[in-house]
């Protein structure tokens, strides 16, 4: 029935809208004509007020003071603004913004009247004229890195090296409820060794996780998942990894989902033992057996096993099927094509020479293959060419963010090396770009071949990745402006602080001469007024 009003009545609706819109308008000019009649008003009332007498009083006051009233308030003045510019740089440094431009924008713009979308709605228009959402947290969805580590034999051997902590709660927490939802199946049947997987998964420690598995095996000597578990968690080597997962495997039974990720993790087994050909051959059987499972990505372990084999013509006809409009992009997809383009013509690219001749069709494919690839995810360029150190990868990914650059690099950066040239080729073409990435389109307009960079890849990836690693974020912020205005503000009285301490009375004499210019307009306004005026009309006014 409301839905049926609403849409009977949009002339209504417009007049609404136009009401409000005009009342927002109109708020700026408002505040400022009631400014200048409360100005009137205490300059009409100044003599009831006895506004001169005060004023002469305090006149009187000032002069009386000594100039260490001057050095204690200018020094208290910077000490403030010099807590606050901390203050505020911290909360950048961490959070990406101002805190007072936050507050300000939170609770500040809705009393004047503003919204958020009044100022969005014009950067994103479709063919209709109606406005298209901005990029919100749906797309900034976290995906399960199909590369990831094994915690007992790669993520433990960096913590026991470094005392670092590679991974954050926040990732380990999407993993605990990535097993729980793939290895629990129905929660209305659940066996007893199923329950205490449930809550194993669960646990923030890991010997609280290997516990539990454990017991679930004392439960039942087939529970696959607590072999999961202890090959994920306990294994210290690759090989310990494997052969629990091969026991695993073999109590697995018909369960679908612990097949799939078996499976996955011994053929990743046979990759890092050094057994290429058998994990390719492992990957694409797993392929051919779960064709529907592409959310899975196994296609990315099977090109970086391809590449390691240099098995290039291979690589190319992954690419054929999977690197299409239809489907999802990644940063393996597109630097992998851009790096197979940029092989063929990088042995013999030379900048000068392609500066003087122009660059040739084979040499402009590769060029645009590595736009498109900056375009997806600007943070991978600095892994690769070594400008920015790497971390171990995180366990889960934010495309286009951070995070998939470090676990895209940490992988691929030994086939970009073994390319004759490839790096010589991805430097020139991406300083092309890397001023304000000059020839991406900035991510508050209309995207070029992808759909606008998200505003929210910055809060994902810090949430991510550990504390000790200094997060990219494109596009680069410019400090805010409360942080140079607080700088700004600080300079300025430690200095004015300063000068009155060293030169008391000169700056007395600049204090008086600075004041006095100041107000010399309020006082000509003032005059001209007074002249302006018949002589008794103040007087009667004040009367009524």
């Not at 839905?3 to 109109?26: V, Y």
């Not at 090989?239 to 073999?250: H, N, P, S, V």
Request: with cysteine; glycine share 4%; hydrophobic share 40%.
């Amino acid at each position: 029935m409301m839905e049926d009003a609403t849409n009977s009545n949009p002339q209504s609706l417009g007049f609404t809208d136009k009401l409000k819109s005009w009342l927002s308008w109109s708020w700026t000019y408002i505040c400022g004509i009631w400014f200048v009649m409360v100005l009137t008003m205490i300059y009409i009332l100044r003599s009831p007020l006895k506004l001169q007498d005060t004023l002469t009083s305090a006149s009187v006051f000032l002069n009386t003071l000594t100039p260490k009233f001057y050095v204690a308030l200018t020094g208290t003045s910077s000490l403030i603004s010099g807590l606050i510019l901390i203050f505020e740089w911290w909360y950048f440094r961490k959070y990406g913004t101002s805190f007072i431009e936050q507050v300000s924008v939170s609770h500040l713009r809705p009393l004047l009247g503003g919204g958020e979308s009044s100022s969005s709605t014009g950067l994103f228009s479709s063919v209709n004229g109606e406005p298209e959402p901005r990029a919100s947290v749906s797309e900034c969805k976290v995906w399960r890195n199909p590369l990831n580590l094994f915690r007992g034999s790669e993520y433990s051997r960096y913590t026991w090296v470094t005392g670092k902590e590679p991974l954050t709660y926040y990732d380990m927490n999407l993993s605990a409820q990535d097993h729980q939802t793939f290895f629990t199946g129905d929660t209305q049947q659940l066996k007893p060794e199923d329950t205490v997987m449930q809550k194993g998964w669960r646990e923030r420690s890991p010997q609280a996780r290997i516990r539990a598995a454990y017991q679930a095996i004392e439960l039942n000597h087939e529970c696959a998942a607590a072999y999961v578990l202890l090959a994920e968690e306990e294994a210290a080597t690759i090989t310990e990894a494997e052969r629990l997962f091969k026991q695993a495997l073999r109590s697995a039974g018909k369960d679908i989902n612990l097949l799939v990720y078996i499976k996955r993790r011994l053929a990743m087994c046979a990759r890092k033992l050094g057994r290429i050909k058998e994990a390719v051959k492992m990957m694409r059987d797993l392929m051919k057996e779960f064709p529907l499972l592409g959310m899975l990505n196994i296609h990315e372990n099977l090109l970086e096993a391809l590449l390691e084999l240099q098995a290039y013509a291979d690589v190319q006809a992954v690419l054929a099927k999977y690197d299409d409009i239809s489907l999802p992009k990644s940063a393996t997809i597109c630097y992998t094509s851009a790096l197979l383009k940029a092989r063929a013509v990088s042995d013999k690219f030379s900048p000068e020479a392609a500066s003087r001749r122009g660059l040739s069709t084979a040499e402009m494919n590769a060029v645009e293959a590595i736009h498109r690839a900056v375009e997806f995810n600007p943070h991978v360029p600095k892994y690769l060419l070594e400008m920015k150190s790497l971390i171990l990868p995180p366990e889960h990914i934010l495309k286009r963010g951070d995070s998939e650059a470090v676990a895209y690099a940490f992988f691929h950066l030994q086939h970009w090396k073994r390319a004759e040239g490839a790096l010589n080729l991805l430097h020139c073409t991406w300083e092309g770009t890397a001023p304000a990435f000059r020839i991406i389109p900035y991510p508050l307009e209309k995207g070029h071949l992808f759909y606008p960079y998200p505003g929210c890849t910055e809060s994902a990836d810090r949430e991510l990745l550990p504390s000790f690693h200094e997060v990219s974020v494109y596009p680069k912020k410019e400090l805010p402006f409360f942080i140079l205005f607080t700088a700004g503000l600080c300079s300025f009285t430690a200095m004015l602080a300063m000068l009155t301490h060293q030169f008391p009375e000169l700056m007395g004499v600049f204090a008086k001469a600075f004041f006095s210019t100041l107000f010399a307009p309020l006082g000509f306004f003032a005059d001209k007024m007074e002249s302006l005026m018949p002589s008794g009309f103040w007087h009667q006014l004040t009367l009524v």
